[in-house]
């Protein structure tokens, strides 16, 4: 199950902590390596046309897509059933993508609420400026996005894999993967007689995936790039919920925070609707949290103690509590996606958008996960699962736009993280706002002059302003 | 030698989650398992029957207790059978389960011996393998701590209260049923655990196991109502009223809590080692 408790969760922050090395909050990365041994399959491995590691929603994806296509499939999954070791709660902005490999998805699968409105709201410690979207749109199907819960979401995907033929196998942990002749070859499980062939193996366990790594696919990561996320599931009447929100049936709504809300932390927070719950959370940079030393957990008691979250979270009681890597600096921590016999997707490949207007995964991790099935097939067509055969998993990801959308938004996790992003701007918007809506009996000022002042006093030179301005351009705008 | 082993599924305590609202039992990802005295059975009757015996595993269940006999079969049971009654009977008494029990172990070969969890990890009566020994008219010793077998005859501890134990002989075929912590069950192998995946789980209904509903029909308890547990209450703290009235609003101010003061003694050895002898005199030490 996904829930951990706080003192389990203390644990998990200061095995991250001891992980990352707190020196300068850096993993010591660079230091070369020793390559890990390779080892092959004992004879007697039973043999498979496609291994799949991980029963997430890459994993699933890529299983169901492989497994379409007439080949023999194992998923593997290290928990009792998929979605058992995940972070319940999430906004899931694929169903479209789904909708082409599973149509009309959304009448079967276990989805909380469709979400409708979209809120971007910049805070300081009393202020909130928000940009709330809201549109009947995305309440007609295919829909844009669900929140989800994941342990019945991930459960649901997975046996649409096995309706279509994969063998799924729980409580099957793979400790490495196996060669011959610098081929990946087949997976070592941690059981007796634990090894299995595979002409393909595809890795989708997830962030900081132990398979790329082990198969020297992807380095250690700095702990600028990863992020920290906790966060609960509050149980809440499906009443209250549609009254607090402004929401009707089955509508749902996401809103991301930007600003104090996690203090001096680079970060922000979330909050989904389910159908009689809220998932909200706080993520926190990981070098950020250990150079201030903050506990994610108290973060995220300072998110819902303030004043613009506290009365929408009122009366929520606990269900869970969870805590998540998360890899945030997208580009810039892609792995190499393939290498002979073997392909990486989802979360284990970084493939998680997090730049300030976006906060997605699972759609990224289906469509790699697709694109992944797609490419064993492929290769069985032809018999050839040599690095240079497998190669085309890039192309179908460009395909897909996964690769492009990285590489378009390769600016943006260094500018969203920036101090001056993360508190100073929506310290400046929020003071501005106040000046604007503020009758005092003074001078009634324009905005200019108001911008300028915040400015001022915040003690922002101009040049980083349009330092940030351009990079702010480069990052969303062209 | 054959054995057979009777497991229940049982909730997994770790996906137990109760409703903070109603406080019912979320049952909605509730997983099932074998309970911890059920496995310990079984890993008993794997190292009894040797690589050469025959170990079959019965389970009284839904079709979704095919996990807890799938789970036998991938650390080695050579036989599962998964025994049901139809939906308008509801299983409430041991008795029930007792009965189907006994309906499909005489329906197979009878086995030497039959291994139960002592007790089960939910409802935990214990009644189940007593009352399976009495359909079966075989001798059956609970609480087991100890087994040895000695040819036709098994030597068993049994847990007795207040940490006594009881040496028993019996002659098979007997059913014990055997504490939680006397074995821990062996992990599968990857092989196994494909295998037991693969396998199909044969059921046995009413019919097959020569039954009527109405062999069922023992008395039970009904449930007619659920109500969420009331708080526990606190006591409150009342005053000795033998003491006069400014000691008792001290001990009320203090809710009772006295600090712990120590007394030095001074003086000879021989009159500190009096009074110590009257202080312990005092308090009943001796």
């Not at chain 1, 789904?98 to 910049?122: C, G, K, S």
């Amino acid at each position: 199950m996904a829930l951990l408790s706080k003192e389990a969760s203390l644990a998990l922050v200061q095995q991250v902590h001891r992980l990352i090395g707190m020196k300068n909050g850096v993993a010591p990365h660079d230091a070369p390596r020793p390559r890990p041994q390779r080892n092959a399959p004992r004879p007697g491995a039973e043999r498979f046309d496609v291994i799949v590691v991980g029963a997430g929603p890459a994993g699933s994806a890529a299983a169901l897509v492989a497994a379409r296509a007439g080949l023999k499939v194992l998923l593997l999954e290290r928990g009792e059933y998929p979605g058992a070791k995940n972070v319940s709660g999430a906004a899931f902005y694929g169903s479209a993508i789904l909708h082409d490999l599973i149509p009309n998805w959304w009448e079967q699968a276990p989805v909380e609420r469709y979400l409708t409105r979209r809120v971007l709201a910049f805070m300081t410690a009393e202020t909130s400026v928000a940009i709330d979207f809201r549109t009947t749109r995305f309440a007609e199907p295919p829909y844009n996005g669900f929140s989800i819960l994941r342990p019945k979401f991930d459960r649901w995907f997975a046996d649409q894999a096995v309706a279509a033929g994969a063998f799924l196998l729980n409580a099957a942990v793979v400790d490495e993967v196996l060669w011959e002749d610098d081929q990946v070859v087949g997976v070592r499980v941690r059981r007796d007689e634990g090894d299995l062939r595979a002409d393909v193996v595809i890795a989708c366990d997830g962030a900081n995936s132990f398979l790329a790594k082990n198969a020297g696919l992807q380095r250690e990561f700095h702990a600028h790039e990863m992020s920290l996320g906790v966060k609960e599931v509050l149980a809440l009447d499906e009443a209250i919920i549609r009254e607090r929100f402004h929401l009707h049936d089955n509508d749902g709504l996401a809103i991301e925070y930007i600003g104090a809300i996690t203090e001096e932390v680079s970060g922000g927070g979330f909050l989904y609707t389910n159908r009689d719950s809220l998932s909200l959370g706080v993520i926190g940079q990981i070098s950020s949290l250990a150079e201030h030393k903050r506990r994610p957990y108290e973060l995220l008691e300072t998110f819902k103690r303030h004043p613009a979250v506290a009365p929408l979270v009122r009366g929520g009681r606990v269900r869970e509590y969870s805590a998540h890597i998360i890899p945030e600096a997208g580009w810039n921590m892609l792995p190499k996606l393939y290498t002979g016999g073997m392909l990486v997707a989802g979360d284990a490949a970084a493939l998680c958008f997090v730049a300030g207007l976006y906060l997605e995964g699972i759609n990224y991790a289906i469509q790699s996960g697709i694109a992944a099935g797609e490419t064993a097939v492929a290769a069985h067509q032809e018999r050839d699962f040599s690095a240079r055969s497998l190669a085309r998993y890039v192309e179908r990801l460009r395909a897909r736009h996964v690769i492009t959308d990285f590489a378009n938004y390769r600016h943006a996790p260094a500018l969203v993280n920036s101090p001056r992003l993360q508190n100073l701007y929506p310290e400046i918007i929020a003071a501005g706002a106040e000046q604007v809506f503020r009758v005092n009996g003074g001078p009634k000022r324009k905005l200019l002059p108001i911008a300028l002042e915040a400015l001022r006093r915040a003690q922002v030179s101009p040049v980083h302003v349009l330092q940030d301005a351009l990079q702010a351009g480069r990052s969303f705008g062209w | 030698m054959r054995i057979a082993v009777c497991l229940k599924q049982v909730p997994d305590p770790a996906t137990v989650e109760v409703d903070p609202l109603t406080a019912a039992l979320d049952t909605r990802r509730m997983l099932y398992i074998a309970g911890p005295a059920d496995t310990a059975a079984l890993e008993l009757a794997l190292r009894l029957a040797g690589p050469t015996g025959q170990v079959s595993a019965l389970c009284v269940g839904p079709p979704a207790a095919d996990a807890v006999l799938r789970m036998a079969l991938a650390v080695g049971a050579t036989e599962v059978r998964r025994l049901w009654v139809p939906p308008f009977l509801s299983l409430q008494a041991p008795a029930q389960t007792a009965l189907l029990l006994a309906a499909g172990l005489q329906r197979a070969t009878i086995p030497d011996l039959v291994l139960c969890g002592a007790r089960s990890s939910d409802q935990g009566s214990g009644q189940a393998p007593a009352l399976l020994a009495e359909f079966l008219d075989w001798p059956v010793v609970c609480d087991v701590t100890q087994i040895a077998m000695e040819g036709d005859r098994v030597r068993v501890q049994r847990r007795l209260d207040r940490g006594a134990r009881e040496e028993l002989e019996v002659r098979l075929p007997a059913v014990l049923a055997v504490e939680a912590n006397l074995a821990r069950l062996r992990h599968a192998s990857l092989p196994g655990l494909m295998r037991a995946e693969r396998a199909s789980v044969p059921v046995s209904h009413l019919e097959d196991l020569g039954l009527e509903p109405a062999d069922l029909a023992f008395p039970t308890a009904s449930v007619r109502a659920v109500t969420p547990p009331r708080p526990r209450t606190r006591p409150i703290f009342t005053p000795d009223s033998t003491r006069p009235a400014h000691e008792r609003i001290t001990q009320i101010i203090t809710a009772g809590v006295t600090r712990k003061s120590g007394k030095v003694l001074e003086g000879p050895p021989a009159q500190m080692a009096d009074a110590v002898v009257e202080f312990l005199r005092e308090r009943g030490f001796v």
